[in-house]
DNA sequence: AAATGAGATGCAACAGAAGTGCATTCTTTT
DNA sequence: AAAAGAATGCACTTCTGTTGCATCTCATTT
């Protein structure tokens, strides 16, 4: 979820060390950059950002995030996969983090509703969840 | 849907020419194998069945099911795109035939749970749905 | 401070899926 | 049968994601 706190560098760097990520000064930009933005982005989106530095180090880096629990991965269905940083709370739990997405077929961007928990879902007999996905697809506050 | 009905040739090529798609021989036959299977199905499971036929020729016919909303397609965050045929009640619109896919990860097999529907879900003010897409991953009935 | 070693970064190359252009073949219509 | 339009097949391209390996950086140890 994108923050929508800024935080200044001794506390990212706080962030990424609690969670045994080394905070170096690319790490640092790109959780920056990641909290600071209301949507997920993709790699993409910090390949242009961030043009000085390599893809594969961006690719990694959010790998990195990713398995330390720092940000979580979106497919909003548009065929690339997405990053948002995760709230404080989150440990991408089935239980208690499992919000919405809303992807917007306007301007192409993809929300956290943070707010919005996915409903309790029934399965047949047999199912198990581990995960679910709920990627909701319209037009957002800023289009409409 | 994987209908559970099994269609004659006959039966399908009505199919096809009631949504305007000439009923050729490879499309009567991809219909066919759509339609008999009960989980969606990629490219690559079609090119695998179908090893005598062009990629091509069917992607195409994909695309062209899809468009004249005789299949529908389904992002399960695979990484890959499947595809499974409506019910006929299908319209693929937001109202009537949202319903929820179930995505194994031991087998990989995504299934159209068709019975049950997708639960309301609430916006915030501004935001207005178009689509929704809901994939529950975990373990199916077969593989528990 | 210099040496060491682990981890981070950059470059190159690859893999898989999706998509397009064009020539050829098939079907339907006249 | 000829013409027109649609379907198919082949080759090629693009895009995203991914990996191997060499190099560099930084923290720690001596």
Known sequence: MPNTVINTMEEIEE????RGVRPTTMRLLIYKFLSEKRVALS?????????????????????????????HQIDDGSGVNKYAVCALECNCE??????LHFHCNTCN???????????QISLPAGYSAENVNLVVKGVCEKCS
């Open 109 to 119: 961007e993809t929300t956290c509703l943070t707010d919005h928990k996915i409903p």
């Open 15 to 18: 962030i990424l060390e609690e």
């Open 43 to 71: 790699l993409k989106d910090l390949e242009n950002k961030f043009d000085r530095s390599d893809r594969t180090t961006l690719f990694r880096t959010l790998k990195t995030f990713e398995d330390k629990g720092i940000v």
């Open 94 to 99: 089935i239980e208690n983090d499992l919000h």
